[in-house]
T-cell receptor, first 110, second 111 residues
Framework: DVKVTQSSRYLVKRTGEKVFLECVQDMDHENMFWYRQDPGLGLRLIYFSYDVKMKEKGDIPEGYSVSREKKERFSLILESASTNQTSMYLC?????????FGPGTRLLVL | KQEVTQIPAALSVPEGENLVLNCSFTDSAIYNLQWFRQDPGKGLTSLLLIQSSQREQTSGRLNASLDKSSGRSTLYIAASQPGDSATYLCAVKDSNYQLIWGAGTKLIIKP
């Protein structure tokens, strides 16, 4: 079975803090994705990566950056957290058609 | 720009009923459409994937249909069970090969 893990299930941070969200997959997938999910909205793509050290902006990259130093790990970074970044963050990996999701990190920025 | 809509946002039905969840999209130029399930506080699990050339896919009690010309997909759940309670999301892969998501339908099956 594909396993995608995320470093934290719940996080509480203060405005202005630097926040790291980690995602690890164990299936050697080329593609990895970061989404945020807010009530009443569909998942929105923040960034994705199709290879090590490669990254592409999604629909809402502002306020975020990413890092992919190893194939299995894709990190999402909030350089200076703001209250409007309070959300559920979902990581996914994919060999092609289907995406496999981690359990999500619920982030609260106070 | 592709938009995906799921109506209703929430649905509650008694156990044992057959039900249909709806997904509509604005641009028929899609590569595929997928249905996912999300349990509370958890990630998403892929249920069914329909390629643009296909009309339907089946897995157990689930059947998904696709009508590209009308921009609609349905997910049919037969003989619903309390364990089917979850949020169901659909997503289309558009002409830019990006996934565009609906907001989901929260389904509650009452015992």
């Amino acid at each position: 079975d594909v396993k995608v893990t995320q470093s934290s299930r719940y996080l509480v941070k203060r405005t202005g803090e630097k926040v790291f969200l980690e995602c690890v997959q164990d299936m050697d997938h080329e593609n990895m994705f970061w989404y945020r999910q807010d009530p009443g909205l569909g998942l929105r793509l923040i960034y994705f990566s199709y290879d090590v050290k490669m990254k592409e902006k999604g629909d809402i990259p502002e306020g975020y950056s990413v890092s992919r130093e190893k194939k299995e790990r894709f990190s999402l970074i909030l350089e200076s957290a703001s209250t409007n970044q309070t959300s559920m963050y979902l990581c996914a990996s994919s060999p092609g058609e289907t995406q496999y999701f981690g359990p999500g990190t619920r982030l609260l920025v106070l | 720009k592709q938009e995906v809509t799921q109506i209703p946002a929430a649905l509650s039905v008694p156990e044992g009923e057959n039900l249909v969840l709806n997904c509509s999209f604005t641009d028929s130029a899609i590569y595929n459409l997928q249905w996912f399930r999300q349990d509370p506080g958890k990630g998403l699990t892929s249920l069914l994937l329909i390629q643009s050339s296909q009309r339907e896919q089946t897995s157990g009690r689930l059947n998904a249909s696709l009508d590209k010309s009308s921009g609609r997909s349905t997910l049919y759940i037969a003989a619903s069970q309390p364990g089917d309670s979850a949020t169901y999301l659909c997503a289309v892969k558009d002409s830019n090969y990006q996934l565009i998501w609906g907001a989901g339908t929260k389904l509650i099956i009452k015992p």
